[in-house]
């Protein structure tokens, strides 16, 4: 095989010895215990046996505190994917209009996203602060009492969305203008002859137009949402109590108890939900790749 | 009509500026009251400092250690940056040279890995088999391998642009395969290895996970992890922890900046036809 000759296998090792040892292993290896009573206080793992091996996914799915957390990652997934879309082509839409300093804004807008979440977190815990926050001050002016933005069980979860739709929807943006900017521009010159109004042209050209870009971002979105960890643990760490608790960060607090066979079952049940996910992922994107 | 259009461009135009001053506020709070007293700063609010306190940063710097652990956070960006870029490149290049059947279930492997999520538990196990828990090195290679599969993908469809024939006439003129690749394909494939030298930089930067669950010992902190601790122990001082946010974040924006059309060349590859 002369192919093999000129594109030898050995440039492959590098990554495959990353990849397979760090990434594949430990996800497949984490099934095997996911079937056994490994814990930090003993240096013995056993098997659970046949006829129990599945009373940690058993677990995992009737104890409430554990359905919790899937509950709570799959609310968290389907809201900040679909306000993220909507948002994020709202504002992709509005730049590209003609606004004057349209890089500035875009850049503005996008800041958000290269920012570490831990330290979006810490800024948000400030703003949010009932008594001294900048949210709660500002809506005082107008005569508003503000809320316990991060301590009240049945807001926390939502402002933890909120903070995360902020730092997320700038990314989101960027992918809807490039897709909008591919969009040729003859479409709309041959609409506004036939005297389409904007909305009209925005629901005739450019929302199909973008089909393929929106299922980009949906899977991307959806990918996040999953597998969300910092966003929570900066801000509320999961409490108060279990309210805003995800799966991921479930997982590290199983591991900060030591209950590592509990904790490595819920990240093999997301290991086999996304593997799903991911195969819709590539197969959207390769068919953006043949189109091309 | 003419009218019309006018106040319509005018619309736009202060719709953005209203968006993006909204966005941009909560930096600007934080960059507002790190230049001021800790009374100040107590009630965290846009007014601005009486007096700029300097001071703070050199406080931060300080107490907060933050030199060390600059140098621990340059240390995993850079090495991962390099190793990440090299292999990832290395393997996208066969893998969309040579398309056997073999390579393509390889890649599909590999490419799967963007979408799945790691076992953090189980890992801890087999890097503590390696014996690299707890160890720089071990953090370094953990970076390159969770962004392996995002930069094989970005780098594989970008050499799937070059033409073969190029390949083709250095073989001919007796181009050995490491070569072919480090002085023909690197030089023509420079923009996307740009792209994901800065994405793998800010992104190893940014994180924070990995060494929460496998750096155990403080002084191997990266900056992130350490803004995290300060906060834990001045939550009284927001002046000081805005600082030190301010000096955290401060590498990332400056990256941003200067390489922000690579970023969003990266960030939209794949999302957007063409």
Same mark, same amino acid.
């Given at each position: 095989?002369?192919?093999?000759?000129?594109?030898?296998?050995?440039?492959?090792?590098?990554?495959?010895?990353? #990849?397979?040892?760090?990434?594949?292993?430990?996800?497949?290896?984490?099934?095997?215990?996911?079937?056994?009573?490994?814990?930090?206080?003993?240096?013995?793992?056993?098997?659970?046996?046949?006829?129990?091996?599945?009373?940690? #996914?058993?677990?995992?799915? @009737?104890?409430?505190? #554990?359905?919790?957390?899937?509950?709570?990652?799959?609310?968290?997934?389907?809201?900040?994917?679909?306000?993220?879309? %909507?948002?994020?082509?709202?504002?992709?839409?509005?730049?590209?209009? !003609?606004?004057?300093?349209?890089?500035?804004?875009?850049?503005?807008?996008?800041?958000?996203?290269?920012?570490?979440?831990?330290?979006?977190?810490?800024?948000?815990?400030?703003?949010?602060?009932?008594?001294?926050?900048?949210?709660?001050?500002?809506?005082?002016?107008?005569?508003?009492? %503000?809320?316990?933005?991060?301590?009240?069980?049945?807001?926390?979860?939502? @402002?933890?969305?909120?903070?995360?739709?902020?730092?997320?929807?700038?990314?989101?943006?960027?992918?809807?203008?490039?897709?909008?900017?591919?969009?040729?521009?003859?479409?709309? $010159?041959?609409?506004?002859?036939?005297?389409?109004?904007?909305? !009209?042209?925005?629901?005739?050209?450019?929302?199909?137009?973008?089909?393929?870009?929106?299922?980009?971002?949906?899977?991307?979105?959806?990918?996040?949402?999953? &597998?969300?960890?910092?966003?929570?643990?900066?801000?509320?760490?999961?409490?108060?109590?279990?309210?805003?608790?995800?799966?991921?960060?479930?997982?590290?607090?199983?591991?900060?108890?030591?209950?590592?066979?509990?904790?490595?079952?819920?990240?093999?049940?997301?290991?086999?939900?996304?593997?799903?996910?991911?195969?819709?992922?590539?197969?959207?994107?390769?068919?953006?790749?043949?189109?091309? | 009509?003419?009218?019309?259009? &006018?106040?319509?461009?005018? %619309?736009?135009?202060?719709?953005?500026?209203?968006?993006?001053?909204?966005?941009?506020?909560?930096?600007?709070?934080?960059?507002?009251?790190?230049?001021?007293?800790?009374? $100040?700063?107590?009630?965290?609010?846009?007014?601005?400092?009486?007096?700029? !306190?300097?001071?703070?940063?050199?406080?931060?710097?300080?107490? =907060?250690?933050?030199?060390?652990?600059?140098?621990?956070?340059?240390?995993?960006?850079?090495?991962?940056?390099?190793?990440?870029?090299?292999? @990832?490149?290395?393997?996208?290049?066969?893998?969309?040279?040579?398309?056997?059947?073999?390579?393509?279930?390889?890649?599909?492997?590999?490419?799967?890995?963007?979408?799945?999520?790691?076992?953090?538990?189980?890992?801890?196990?087999?890097?503590?088999?390696?014996?690299?828990?707890?160890?720089?090195?071990?953090?370094?290679?953990?970076?390159?391998?969770? !962004?392996?599969?995002?930069?094989?993908?970005?780098?594989?469809?970008?050499? =799937?642009?070059?033409?073969?024939?190029?390949? $083709?006439?250095?073989?001919?003129?007796?181009?050995?395969?490491?070569?072919?690749?480090? @002085?023909?394909?690197?030089?023509?494939?420079?923009?996307?290895?740009?792209?994901?030298?800065?994405?793998?930089?800010?992104?190893?930067?940014?994180?924070?996970?990995?060494?929460?669950?496998?750096? %155990?010992?403080?002084?191997?902190?990266?900056?992130?992890?350490?803004?995290?601790?300060?906060?834990?122990?001045? #939550?009284?001082?927001?002046?000081?922890?805005?600082?030190?946010?301010?000096?955290?974040?401060?590498?990332?924006?400056?990256?941003?900046?200067?390489?922000?059309?690579?970023?969003?060349?990266?960030?939209?590859?794949?999302?957007?036809?063409?």
């Amino acid at each position: 095989m002369t192919k093999n000759r000129h594109y030898p296998t050995y440039f492959l090792f590098g990554t495959l010895l990353l #990849y397979v040892v760090l990434y594949l292993l430990p996800g497949i290896l984490g099934i095997g215990y996911s079937f056994t009573d490994w814990t930090a206080y003993s240096d013995q793992v056993h098997f659970l046996g046949y006829d129990h091996m599945f009373d940690n #996914y058993v677990k995992a799915f @009737s104890d409430a505190k #554990y359905f919790g957390y899937l509950g709570n990652t799959l609310l968290f997934t389907f809201v900040t994917t679909i306000v993220k879309n %909507g948002v994020g082509l709202a504002l992709a839409v509005l730049l590209t209009k !003609q606004v004057k300093l349209l890089n500035f804004h875009r850049a503005v807008l996008y800041i958000p996203a290269v920012l570490s979440a831990l330290i979006v977190g810490m800024i948000f815990k400030s703003i949010l602060n009932p008594a001294q926050g900048l949210l709660n001050s500002t809506l005082k002016i107008f005569g508003i009492k %503000g809320l316990k933005w991060l301590t009240d069980p049945k807001i926390a979860f939502w @402002s933890v969305m909120g903070v995360d739709i902020w730092k997320g929807m700038g990314y989101i943006m960027t992918i809807f203008i490039a897709g909008i900017l591919s969009i040729s521009p003859t479409y709309y $010159e041959a609409a506004q002859i036939d005297g389409a109004s904007g909305w !009209q042209q925005f629901r005739a050209i450019t929302l199909p137009m973008l089909a393929p870009t929106m299922t980009v971002t949906t899977v991307l979105n959806v990918i996040y949402g999953l &597998r969300v960890f910092d966003m929570v643990y900066a801000l509320t760490n999961g409490g108060p109590g279990f309210a805003t608790e995800v799966l991921y960060t479930g997982i590290y607090k199983e591991f900060g108890f030591g209950r590592y066979a509990m904790g490595t079952t819920l990240s093999s049940i997301m290991f086999v939900f996304m593997a799903l996910i991911g195969f819709f992922l590539i197969r959207a994107m390769n068919r953006n790749e043949v189109e091309e | 009509m003419a009218t019309k259009k &006018r106040l319509q461009r005018i %619309g736009v135009n202060v719709l953005a500026w209203t968006l993006s001053l909204l966005l941009i506020m909560p930096l600007v709070l934080i960059l507002i009251n790190s230049f001021k007293t800790s009374q $100040e700063a107590a009630q965290m609010s846009l007014r601005l400092p009486s007096v700029l !306190q300097l001071e703070n940063f050199k406080t931060v710097i300080e107490r =907060g250690k933050l030199g060390v652990t600059f140098l621990n956070s340059l240390t995993y960006s850079v090495f991962s940056v390099l190793l990440c870029t090299l292999t @990832s490149a290395m393997a996208a290049f066969v893998l969309s040279r040579n398309r056997s059947k073999a390579n393509k279930i390889v890649y599909f492997l590999i490419v799967l890995g963007m979408a799945m999520p790691i076992n953090f538990i189980a890992l801890m196990k087999v890097m503590q088999t390696l014996d690299i828990i707890n160890k720089r090195i071990g953090i370094i290679l953990l970076y390159a391998a969770i !962004q392996t599969p995002f930069n094989v993908f970005l780098i594989y469809s970008f050499v =799937g642009k070059i033409p073969k024939d190029i390949d $083709e006439a250095a073989i001919i003129d007796g181009c050995s395969p490491l070569q072919l690749f480090f @002085s023909i394909i690197v030089p023509l494939i420079k923009p996307v290895l740009v792209t994901v030298m800065v994405l793998t930089f800010l992104n190893t930067w940014n994180e924070y996970i990995l060494p929460l669950y496998f750096l %155990g010992s403080s002084d191997k902190w990266p900056m992130t992890l350490a803004v995290y601790n300060f906060f834990g122990m001045y #939550y009284r001082d927001w002046n000081l922890v805005c600082a030190d946010i301010v000096l955290t974040s401060l590498p990332v924006i400056i990256v941003y900046l200067l390489g922000q059309k690579y970023i969003v060349s990266g960030m939209t590859a794949g999302a957007v036809k063409g």
